[in-house]
């Protein structure tokens, strides 16, 4: 700031730290001006600040670091970060020079175990676009599940518009896509169709948080009860963890001792990253494979050596 006044210039400090990050700033020993960005949200009826969202926005823009002041003006009049932009309308009366403020709106996730889904447009509750994402380092989708916030009450008209680039586009006439509020309890949504090569969902949410999948998720909280419950298993039957190609744990249940004379056999499910209800079956298989009132599951375990890899 004061290279800025030694070149004749007005020293301008723009402030985007919290309050919190800047109380080890003494503003009265600045020499020059202080702007103060102040980041906030339609929500409720009315303007206020959401800090989570604000921390997000308040990421400084290569055009906010421009070594030009005009440059550096420029930047702040087209600021658009998060959906936020600048409100001349709402400049505050003490040291802040500007507010940006976004509409409540919609946002969608996909950041968690099996979330899948790629986001072309979310301007529009009318006019979701949408597309499936290819599995990892494969040109094989099917697979969708991501989380959808803010959507309360809104008539919502989701379009995936690359269903019919699908492994299996057939799958999808008369297909109903599933939803959830806590993850728990799914249901179909009976606004689902499938027109002109795109998967076209209808739905109005309950909840300010809903998610949609192709099918139900398996869950990795239960993977990790189902993997666990090897350790509980008779002698014959054991638990084993390895490691798959990206170095994580992959779980096996063996069931019977491997040896010459018996045939093994392996069950896999769930080899594609999107298949992760597919682990649905190996739960029941293996509950009715390990039942010892069972008289099939006793005559199956004493001929081949059955290797079960749930993920």
């Known amino acids: 700031m004061q290279r800025e006044r030694d070149a004749g210039r007005e020293p301008v400090l723009f402030n985007l730290a919290s309050d919190e990050y800047f109380k080890s700033v003494k503003p009265a020993k600045l020499k020059g001006r202080l702007v103060t960005a102040v980041f906030e949200d339609w929500k409720g009826g009315r303007y206020k ?25 420029r930047g702040l009049k087209g600021f658009d970060s998060e959906g936020y932009a600048l409100r001349r309308k709402l400049r505050m009366p003490t040291r802040s020079f500007s ?19 790629e986001i072309v447009s979310l301007d529009d509750p009318q006019d979701i676009r949408l597309r499936l994402r290819a599995d990892n380092a494969a040109d094989f989708r099917q697979w969708f599940h991501f989380r959808l916030m803010d959507a309360a009450g809104k008539s919502l008209r989701l379009v995936i518009e690359n269903a019919a680039e699908a492994a299996y586009p057939d799958g999808w006439p008369g297909y109903r896509c599933v939803a959830s509020y806590d993850r728990r309890t799914w249901f179909r949504v009976a606004g689902t169709r499938y027109e002109d090569g ?21 869950s990795h909280e239960r993977h990790r009860g189902l993997a666990g419950a090897g350790g509980n298993l008779a002698p014959r039957q054991r638990a084993q963890s390895r490691r798959d190609v990206d170095g994580r744990d992959l779980d096996v249940v063996v069931v019977g001792h491997p040896s010459p004379a018996r045939r093994p056999v392996w ?17 029941g298989l293996l509950e009715r494979l390990l039942d010892g009132a069972d008289a099939v599951a006793r005559k199956v375990r004493s001929k081949p050596c059955c290797t079960s890899c749930p993920t």
Do not use: C, N
């Open 49 to 73: 600040i959401i800090s989570f969202y604000a921390k997000r926005a308040a990421r400084p823009h290569e055009s906010l670091r421009h070594p030009e002041p005009h440059r550096r003006r």
């Open 99 to 117: 507010a940006a403020a976004r509409t409540e709106s919609m946002r969608i996730s996909s950041s968690f175990d099996a979330g899948a889904i």
């Open 198 to 218: 795109r998967l076209i969902v209808e739905h109005t949410p309950e909840r300010d948080s809903v998610y949609y999948a192709y099918f139900e998720p398996y």
């Open 267 to 283: 069950i896999i499910a769930r080899q594609h990253p999107g298949e992760t209800m597919a682990e649905w079956f190996v739960e």
